[in-house]
């Protein structure tokens, strides 16, 4: 498994390196692989961020991503499925 740096400039070099999306540099810049990590929102991000490490996804650990996944769109869209309000988001 590769382990990126821990610190901000050489993690943001890393990230950039490594071919992460622009939206995600502009929002990680100035922050530490920690504190990136334990702020970050997107877990599109953050699983984008374990796979380029090379973590290997035991079943237990994909099927708990895909149910928190699955519950963010259920709090966002609330059945029946109606378009989320300002207020929701």
């Not at 821990?6 to 995600?24: I, T, V, Y």
């Not at 530490?32 to 090379?54: A, Q, S």
């Not at 994909?62 to 207020?87: H, M």
Request: aromatic letters at 12%.
């Amino acid at each position: 498994m590769k382990n990126p740096p821990m610190e901000a400039q050489a993690f943001a070099k890393w990230l950039n390196n490594e071919g992460a999306c622009r939206e995600s540099l502009k929002w990680q810049r100035g922050k530490t692989l920690r504190e990136t990590w334990n702020t970050c929102h997107h877990g599109d991000w953050l699983k984008w961020l374990l796979n380029t490490c090379g973590y290997r996804w035991t079943a237990p650990a994909r099927a708990e991503y895909q149910r928190v996944k699955a519950d963010t769109i259920r709090t966002l869209i609330p059945y029946p499925l109606k378009q989320p309000t300002a207020e929701m988001l």
